[in-house]
């Protein structure tokens, strides 16, 4: 099996790469690989059986094609401000032209035209006022909310446009390894889930987008070949639950409301993410049986909560190279304390060093949207440095939203984002392993579903404009 392009991955930046050299002609004959299963396969039991049954053999939320994005809450946002570090390599006007182009191809697949937190009203300066008074930073970033089942719809029309378009897309396969040559990748290697089935597939060139979900498997490949790499920040957190009265001004001012603070004592970075009005929280399963929270929102189901993350940035010096494990521990150690689910416990329980009781939060104002996470003690779990970071946060957000340090305002956890490891390139997106890319937030550049959409566009330019060389 031959082929110019073959991109391992089929989430926003691995077919974003492919959809751009289609729009612009390509005569590339392309293969997409993907462990999971098509848009119109992903089913998750849990709206029936009520909790997380573990699927085998991958959870369905952060696999199949479109990647986590398609169970997210589809949340476009539309500053290169906010998505990670791409700008730092290609340039901000390059990141942000990307960007606009990358949102006018949604809005093409069906996007909701509207946008919310671009106007500058007297809520959004008084937010701003309180949260410099607190000592935190309003981000600036209008935000196009898809939701999250027309973020299903949306992906499932570039799926059907990139087979239409002649786009091979291998479902329900692992990618095991790369084929190198002298310096030189040629291929892939893959195989059933169950291991059998291997085989090779050759390719001029090939892509690794395989988003936070294989992170972890890119680190270890880019070990065994040498591709050029370094250890970058590892994001651990929680995800906060709170009434939508006590978020009701952020929410209509902003819809997500970015803030970003470096709290005392030890001044690492602290910032809110994935802000869902009315929406719920989640569970997505890894391969190695982590359960991590997440969050949701829909376009019309709502619940009369808000949850959004809060994560605190780590950054490790010599010698220490694995941070990407190092957040596994963390999480694997409250998936111990919670019996493989997750933990959930009330803010002013932990001010106080208590664990939380599930009678307690059945008498509560804040009842929890993940029905079946485990009441009890996270701070049993989570390091000192990080959660001492995120206690001052939050008390320094209710300068700004009132009442979000409430004592029943609830704190999921494990919250970790594997995107840790940076794969060293040039702003051509040229690794020191020739005919081998690495894109999306696998890669470490991008944090996100435009960012790692933009950068995959911006890949597929590159790559035609080469094709056109030749």
Not at 33 to 61: A, D, F, L, M, S
Not at 297 to 323: A, C, E, R, V
Request: aromatic share 8%.
């Amino acid at each position: 099996m031959a082929y110019d392009l073959v991109i391992v991955g089929a989430g926003p930046a691995g077919i974003f790469t492919a959809l751009e050299l289609i729009r612009r002609g390509s005569k590339k004959k392309m293969l997409i690989i993907e462990k999971g299963q098509p848009i119109g396969r992903r089913r998750c039991p849990k709206g029936t059986t009520g909790r997380c049954v573990n699927c085998r053999p991958y959870c369905h939320i952060t696999t199949g094609f479109a990647g986590a994005g398609a169970f997210s809450d589809g949340k476009l946002s539309l500053s290169h401000e906010v998505g990670g570090q791409l700008p730092e390599l290609i340039g901000e006007e390059l990141a942000q032209q990307l960007i606009d182009y990358t949102d006018r191809i949604y809005l093409e697949f069906g996007a909701d035209t509207a946008v919310v937190g671009q106007v500058e009203d007297e809520r959004v300066k008084r937010i701003r006022r309180d949260a410099i008074r607190a000592g935190l930073r309003l981000v600036d970033c209008p935000i196009r909310h898809m939701g999250t089942e027309r973020a299903q719809q949306i992906y499932g029309a570039i799926q059907a446009f990139l087979l239409e378009n002649g786009v091979e897309i291998l479902f329900g396969v692992n990618c095991v390894d790369l084929i190198l040559t002298n310096s030189h990748c040629v291929g892939v290697i893959v195989e059933q889930p169950d291991g059998s089935g291997r085989r090779e597939i050759r390719a001029r060139d090939t892509i690794a987008a395989t988003g936070r979900r294989g992170a972890d498997w890119l680190e270890k490949i880019c070990q065994e070949h040498g591709i050029a790499h370094q250890p970058g920040t590892v994001d651990i957190g929680v995800r906060v639950e709170v009434r939508n009265e006590v978020m009701e001004e952020v929410n209509l001012a902003l819809y997500e409301g970015k803030f970003v603070g470096y709290p005392a004592p030890f001044r690492d970075k602290v910032r809110t993410f994935c802000q869902n009005p009315g929406g719920f929280v989640s569970q997505e399963n890894y391969d190695n049986d982590l359960a991590v929270v997440n969050g949701h929102s829909y376009k019309d189901m709502k619940s009369p909560n808000t949850n959004l993350s809060i994560l605190s940035s780590h950054n490790f010096t010599t010698p220490f190279n694995q941070p990407i494990a190092y957040a596994q521990k963390v999480g694997e150690l409250t998936n111990m304390l919670a019996n493989g689910h997750i933990l959930v416990q009330r803010f002013g329980d932990i001010l106080v060093g208590k664990r939380t009781w599930e009678r307690e939060l059945q008498r509560a104002n804040v009842k929890p949207t993940l029905k079946d996470a485990v009441a009890g003690d996270i701070t049993a779990a989570m390091p000192f440095r990080a959660m001492t970071n995120i206690i001052a946060f939050i008390q320094a957000m209710d300068l700004v939203v009132p009442g979000f340090a409430s004592p029943e305002t609830l704190l999921y956890s494990p919250e970790l984002k594997f995107y840790s490891n940076r794969v060293k390139m040039n702003g051509h997106l040229h690794t020191n392993i020739t005919g081998f890319y690495s894109l999306g937030d696998s890669s470490g550049w991008t944090r996100g579903l435009m960012m790692a959409s933009a950068m995959g566009v911006r890949m597929g330019q590159l790559l035609y404009t080469e094709e056109n060389k030749a």
